[in-house]
């Protein structure tokens, strides 16, 4: 049990913590906000993945597969989201009090896992670990969710404090700026790259 959970543990950190849009959302509104402003943002990423790992256990990433229509236009909608919150982080003043309404909020990450696509696949590549496959026992999947959130919430608190490190490094207006406009550029380019991915290669 204890080496099937760290294997579940292992391959949560790989999939929820590699390099892609929520990370690297987490580590520009860190940089750019601090982590105490970020906070909320991270919650809305976690409560997000809760909520799809539930609908998971539920059996919606099957009905997703089934219907590549309605996946399509979670695709859509979730790089058309990106692109919002890279907005957000790009757009916001050069000052450094920035206005509370300028900070990417709890909403902001709810909404953003629950249309992301990708979100969905991750659980369902963890739900049919052998642990979860060969027991069907509803303690073992408790076990096994609260092993996913929990890796879930580390990973993704650890891109918000690496982006929360960048923020004393651009101290001064036209670096703090900069950053922004790197980071808006950069989840830019990912959500360009999914819509081409979606449109053109799916």
Known sequence: MLESLATLAAASALLLGSPGPVP??????????GFRKSAPFLLGIISGLSVVL????????????QFPAITFTLQILSCLYLLYI??????VSSTIQQRASEVP????????????????????????QPLLVSNDSITVLLIASTCILLVGLLVDTLWLVL???LKPV???????????I?????ISSLAFY?????????
């Open 86 to 91: 890279a907005y957000k982080i790009g757009a």
């Open 54 to 65: 539930c609908a998971t256990l539920f059996g919606l990433s099957i009905l997703l597969k």
């Open 24 to 33: 690297v959302a987490l580590a520009a509104t860190g940089a750019s906000f």
């Open 105 to 128: 909020g709890y909403r902001t990450g709810f909404i953003f896992n629950i249309i992301n696509p990708k979100a969905y696949a991750a659980m369902l590549t963890l739900l049919s």
């Open 163 to 165: 982006g929360g490190t």
């Open 170 to 180: 651009f101290n001064k207006g036209n670096q703090q700026r900069v950053i922004r």
């Open 194 to 202: 999914g819509l081409l991915k979606v449109i053109i290669f799916d």
């Open 182 to 186: 790197v980071f808006a550029l950069l």
